[in-house]
């Protein structure tokens, strides 16, 4: 009897190891199994990310949503070969562990906010030691969440593709948007003056509060007009669009010559009729393009170096003069209807997710 019963607890007890071994290689993260609509995300356990060379992991606290979120979603943006298939592209957390060969000295439980290719609406995600930046010390992970996608690419836009210049006038579409909050922010903090575009008065007001020289009503007035009438005729020098096909007739007529028209988006289509060259030629306007996320692990690594060296220390100064502006925060398991708020344009500023769950909150 003694001994069935010494069987049975040391069976027990090895059933009761491996489940928790189980346990530790899993994680929560939302997948999509069939493409479609907000409903489609579902919370699933998974297993955790498997470190490669020169990766952290880090366990995430919180991630947050970028339009590109919403394409792949529905099946019509896939991660680029060999990333995660799970959505989200930045994350802020603390390291959790350092894979094989990491050098640049992250340690455990340091406060870090990362840029990724995906796999950020999960509990953990493994990210190339690069694409890490410490959390500035005035932020809270979420606040920290806001900032890797939307700062890197509105700094990415400005600094690398246009390469602004103190003085001179940007025009930023979608004032209101987290790039467009950002990018509000960098023109201002460059000594260039920036001038946006937005969909309601409320949009068009938290872009002036940032900074923002002059706001047009896209929706009531004709921005090109309001682009003529701020600079004396002389048009934006930059143009920072991410609406595209159905603008182009007001960009090409907004741009100063010279000017640099950098397109990042086509949430107002991709198709243009008319005579685009023509108008773009007469004023020897650039027409230049960029997406981020299909750029190399190089590229992006020199990106967040002259970003954390140029612009994140204004996070932190004496007078706060950047802030990540956060529209509203959801739990991980709301997730469909954070993406509902960004399918239907209300959001100013970011949508942050908390990965936490609710009881294990701390900040
Ligand atoms: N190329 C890149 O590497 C890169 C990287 C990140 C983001 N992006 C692009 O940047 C853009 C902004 O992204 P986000 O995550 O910051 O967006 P977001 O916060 O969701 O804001 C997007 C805003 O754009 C405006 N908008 C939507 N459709 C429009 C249309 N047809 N015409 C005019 N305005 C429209 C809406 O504001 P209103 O109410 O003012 O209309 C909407 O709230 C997206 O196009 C995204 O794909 C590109």
């Known amino acids: 009897m003694h001994q069935i019963l010494h069987t049975r607890r040391f069976l027990l007890g090895n059933t009761y190891k491996t489940c928790c071994s ?33 990766e952290v992991l880090i366990k995430v606290h919180a991630t947050a949503l970028n339009r590109a979120d919403l394409l792949q979603r529905r099946g019509l943006y896939p991660p680029p070969p060999g990333e995660s298939d799970i959505i989200g592209l930045e994350v802020a957390g603390t390291v959790d562990t350092l894979g094989p060969g990491v050098s640049r000295g992250w340690r455990p439980s340091d406060r870090v906010m990362a840029l990724l290719c995906g796999g950020g609406y999960a509990e953990y995600v493994a990210v190339p030691e690069e694409l890490l930046m410490p959390v500035p010390p005035n932020l809270t992970l979420c606040q920290a969440a806001a900032i890797p996608e939307a700062w890197l690419t509105a700094f990415q836009l400005l600094v690398f593709i246009a390469q602004v210049k103190e003085g001179e006038v940007v025009l930023a579409h979608a004032g209101a948007s987290g790039v467009g909050t950002a990018a509000v922010q960098l023109v201002h903090l460059f000594g260039a003056v920036p001038v946006v575009t937005a969909g309601s008065p409320e949009k068009l007001k938290m872009a002036e509060s940032l900074g923002a020289a002059a706001g047009f009503n896209y929706k009531e007035e004709s921005f090109a007009q309001g682009v003529h009438h701020f600079t004396g005729g002389k048009g934006a020098n930059v143009i920072l669009d991410c609406i595209g096909g159905c603008n182009w007739e007001q960009n090409v007529c907004s741009l100063a010559t010279d000017g640099r028209w950098v397109l990042y988006g086509t949430m107002g289509g991709r198709a243009v009729e ?13 027409l230049l393009s960029s997406l981020l996320r299909s750029r190399s692990l190089q590229y992006k690594a020199d990106l967040v170096k002259a970003f954390s060296r140029r612009v994140l220390p204004y996070f932190s100064d004496q007078t706060a003069s950047l802030r990540p502006v956060i529209d509203s925060t959801f739990h991980l398991e709301n997730i469909a209807d954070a993406h509902r708020r960004m399918e239907t344009n209300r959001n100013m500023g970011k949508i942050v997710i908390n990965v936490i769950p609710q009881n294990q909150e701390t900040q």
């Open 22 to 54: 189980i346990f530790a290689r899993m994680m929560q993260a939302v997948c999509v199994d069939v493409p479609g609509g907000p409903e489609n995300l579902v919370l699933r356990t998974v297993p955790k990310p498997q470190l490669k060379d020169g």
């Open 274 to 286: 008319g005579d685009l060259l023509g108008k773009l030629l007469s004023k020897r306007g650039h």
